[in-house]
């Protein structure tokens, strides 16, 4: 069988697209080979950031030929018809076959299509990954055909060890040679088959992905232990770097001791955020006045630039902590909230949040309103403590660190609320008040700060809500799936009993004193919203989604979201026990008994004469009876185990169709109203039953 290899050599692409690169070549690849119905094997995918190439094995010398069939008119159609269909194809009546088919006598036309070669096969594969992948984003320059993330500058494609050279593809060149390292060996190296190339590239300091990584851990590794350091790299960091490079080396550098003083999170985040650095701590957790980094232009460490190298790092972290200090110590000369003078609170008047929803300053007032209506029902916390916490929490949004490090929101106005000698309880709060972020997000820890966690997801869920500014498909700028989301964590994890529709009201109503309410069918909408959110979560979670949408009638109205998840959890166990799959079993033969228009009628039920009638009918109104009753699903569901017993013995030995329409209408509204009990628990309609 064949081979085939080939590279897109292109400028740089951004580091956080490759990975995907790789998987979407993989899969354009798949797609044109399954295409053609030829056999094939990709055997690797890799990528660097100036290159992407595969390597694809047991393909066949040449596509199957093909006989198309082609079914024409009638023998006996309109002369024009005839002809349109033979112009159509290029051919003669000769060339046609006669042919009975059950519908009448037809012509038939048959076209035997040669197969591809390999050769045309691997152009148009090319062809096909230029013309279909897809990039977040897309540039085109020069004479180049297509769209692609950066400019492509060359191709190789080789067939068996082959280049083929001499043409172009999309206006792009075909060679026999790729480029090494850009700093550290720029020429043309000849490259043949893929295990040349690889091993060229490597020799001339070219590494892919797999090797990138390993390389970077183990220097790093090597450089923590040198200092007993303690170290878990975060894995957004590692890709990145990763990405950057093509031959990484692994250096370090140093931290002036003045900067130590600041936020240890701010120091993290001019690392890892802007300077893609590795902050190096202690055993302790503490940073240490030193950092790793990944060069891309030396071939060791122990190179007579490395210090040349390290000097430069270290200048550029210096030009951003020295920004950071000065920010940090202006943004200490004011406190966070005061009655009077100038504070950070103040300035929120003058800081725009959204043009349909005001300033940062109506913000924290609605989430001071808002946090005490929803702390009022949860008794969590002091009131005076929520409504403090509630101004001071958006503050440092106006101050010089966020400014420049935006990831830092919350932390820095903790830290501020700390500097003015602020409650710590208070100063907790202010930097937990956004989590979670995400689903990987921890959950605040402190009381007050999840009711001001609460009352900053709920308020910018309604506010965007009322503004229109609602997701679609793919586009949610205000992250309000993320919210919602978060709210259905903290709701669920910390079992609280509050309703989402309690909290949505409370903050319409604090809405009403600042904006004119059109909508009436807002709430319904939101919490339409946020269910879709709680499904994905439950699933997540291993919950099938129909077995969510039967137990919560696909509504979270007037329903706390920890009682929610719990109750699906119950009727999964109760269904999955083998008296729960009796009572489903007896439901479900009730379902199919049920004529389809079936209209319940209570009058019926009182006109049983029947003795094992009588027996069913006291039977239904003793479970209707507990079931009122109960307190829980759990409790709800074990009323239905000796019902259903004695309805599966009913209903084996009663003929429910009776030939008299009295006693037949009788049963079937019995067997009706034993169905709709358990439907009012469990929507059946959702539930895949056959």
Known sequence: MNTLFFEIYQEEVPARMQAAAETQLAKLIETYFCGLNVSFKVEEVVSTPRRLAAHITDLPYKQPDEAVETRGPKVDAPDKAVAGFLNANNITREDCEVRETPKGTFLFYTKHVLGLSLEHMAEQLL??????????????????DFKWVRPVRQLILSLNGEPLVGKNIMGIPLRNSTLGHRVLDGDQVIVSDFASYKETLNNHKVLFRPQRRAKILKELGALLAEHNASNTVPEYLLDEVVGLTEYPVVLEGHIPIQYMELPQELLVSAMEQQQRYFPIYNPSGCLLPMFGFAA?????????????????????????????????????????????????YNRLAQAHYHKGLGTLQQKADRLAALGKAINEELSACAPAEVELAARMCKGDLTSGVVSEFPNLQGLIGSYLAQHEKADPIVAKAISEHYKPQGVDDILPVSLLGVVLALADKV??????????????????????????????????????????????????????????????????????????????????AGMPVELVRAVTHKSLKGITVYEAMMNTRHVQAFLASPEGAQVLGVVKRCRNILPGAFSANANALKQATDEKDKECLKVIQNLASTLDNAETVQEDLQQFVPAARFMEGYLEVTTIMAEDDKTKNTRLNMVHQFYALFNEIVKIEYLNLG
């Open 127 to 144: 062809e096909y990954v230029l013309q279909n992948f897809s990039w977040p984003k897309s540039m085109k320059w020069d004479q180049a």
């Open 296 to 344: 891309n232009n030396l071939a060791s460490h122990l190179d007579d630039n490395a210090s040349e190298v390290i000097s430069g790092n270290e200048k550029v972290l210096d030009a951003r902590l020295s920004d950071g200090s000065f920010y940090w110590e202006e943004d200490q000369s004011r406190p966070l909230y005061s009655e009077e003078g100038d504070c950070y």
């Open 459 to 540: 308020d910018t869920l309604v506010g965007f809500y009322l503004v229109d500014e609602k997701p679609t498909g793919s586009r949610d700028p205000y992250s309000l799936r993320r919210a919602a989301l978060g709210l259905l964590r903290i709701l669920q994890e910390y079992k609280f009993d509050i309703t989402l529709d309690v909290m949505i009201r409370a903050a319409l109503t604090v809405y009403k004193n600042q904006l004119e309410l059109t909508s009436n069918t807002l709430q319904e909408e939101l919490l339409a919203f946020i269910y879709t959110r709680f499904e994905q979560m439950q699933k997540d």
